[in-house]
């Protein structure tokens, strides 16, 4: 039997860092979040709002050419830059210098989009959070993932985590896999599900929110952004992936008793972060 610790309200309250009064805007933190395809901007849009809505200072969203209107009306408070090409991304290039950095929801798999992701991990140092298609182009090119920086958190569903690491048989088996490539490639694994667990090397710990209102379009979107927000805030990445986890599924947990499970969306997670962390006070 696998060992996990459980992360309850007493692991976060230990993890959690209240806001000082003097802080501001320059030094809450700049996350980056890179993805977004021709008809997925949806994604992208959610993964920044989420992350600006989770405390960081400001938020950059780096995205192909035809989100630009989109972003920049669906979210005013994120600032935006594009790349090159209009439908997907082929070219990772910025001048600036976020704190962390998001990378993969929407981001479809081009094969122009695989060789701007492997040129952007080639020379990017910065903390990363990687998801979705980002993580289905490192299933297709497994050496790649030597390039990403120790405690880089990736947050695959099972079935991107399939790809990764290929079949299971027992639920046994898939633990042991998922820490031998926790291991491997010095990687916190956010296996998302019901619950999620969160492996780091021999370390395994379970999640106690969320229910199925979560089984949504979208939901993960939203925590790719709410877990690049606190890497950017300066919580230790193991934390920032305990946290987020946590204060995500809380929110749906939060939200039942008014949203029920199927009326609740991914925008919902979002509206609820707010009532998630104050209840961290309660
Ligand atoms: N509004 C938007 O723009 C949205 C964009 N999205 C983007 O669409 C792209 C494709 O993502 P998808 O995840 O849909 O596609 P995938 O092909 O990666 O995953 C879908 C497949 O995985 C299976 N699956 C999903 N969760 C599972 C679980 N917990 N256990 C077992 N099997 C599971 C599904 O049954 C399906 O076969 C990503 O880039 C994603 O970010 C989605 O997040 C949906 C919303
Ligand atoms: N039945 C469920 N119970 C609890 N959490 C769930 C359930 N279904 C999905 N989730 C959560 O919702 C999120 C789904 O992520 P993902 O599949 O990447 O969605 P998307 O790609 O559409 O954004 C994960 O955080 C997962 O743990
Ligand atoms: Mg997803």
Redesign the pocket.
């Given at each position: 039997m696998m060992h996990s610790t459980v992360v309850d309200k007493q692991t976060i309250s230990s993890i959690y860092q209240p806001i000082i009064a003097t802080t501001h805007k320059g030094i809450q933190g700049h996350a980056m979040l890179i993805?977004?395809?021709y008809?997925?901007?949806?994604?992208?849009?959610?993964s920044s709002k989420a992350a600006i809505k989770f405390g960081c200072g400001l938020v950059t969203a780096f995205i192909p050419k035809c989100g630009y209107d989109i972003v920049q009306i669906a979210v005013p408070e994120v600032m935006v830059l594009t790349d090159d090409q209009d439908s997907c991304i082929s070219k990772i290039h910025f001048d600036i210098v976020p704190d962390a950095i998001g990378i993969?929801?929407?981001?479809?798999q081009d094969i122009a989009t695989q060789q701007g992701l492997y040129k952007f991990l080639k020379y990017n140092s910065i903390p990363l959070i990687i998801?979705?298609?980002a993580?289905?182009i490192l299933a297709l090119h497994s050496d790649w993932l030597s390039l990403l920086p120790p405690k880089t958190i990736i947050t695959p569903?099972?079935?991107?985590l399939?790809?990764l690491i290929g079949k299971w048989n027992s639920e046994a088996e898939l633990f042991e896999k998922t820490i031998a490539f926790s291991k491997k490639h010095q990687l916190i694994v956010v296996m998302?599900?019901?619950p999620t667990y969160i492996v780091y090397g021999e370390l395994v710990y379970q999640n106690t929110t969320g229910n199925a209102a979560l089984a949504t379009?979208?939901?993960?979107?939203v925590l790719?952004g709410v877990i690049t927000s606190l890497l950017a805030q300066s919580y230790e990445p193991i934390n920032a992936a305990l946290l987020g986890v946590y204060l995500h599924g809380l929110t749906a947990d939060i939200a039942f008793p008014e949203t029920g499970y199927q009326s609740f969306i991914?925008s919902d997670i979002i509206s609820y972060l707010g009532k998630a962390y104050l209840s961290l006070s309660q």
């Open positions: 993805g977004g395809s008809g997925k901007m949806g994604s992208i849009c959610l993969g929801p929407g981001l479809g998801d979705a298609d993580l289905n569903h099972l079935k991107e399939e790809r998302k599900g019901a379009a979208g939901s993960g979107d790719t991914a």
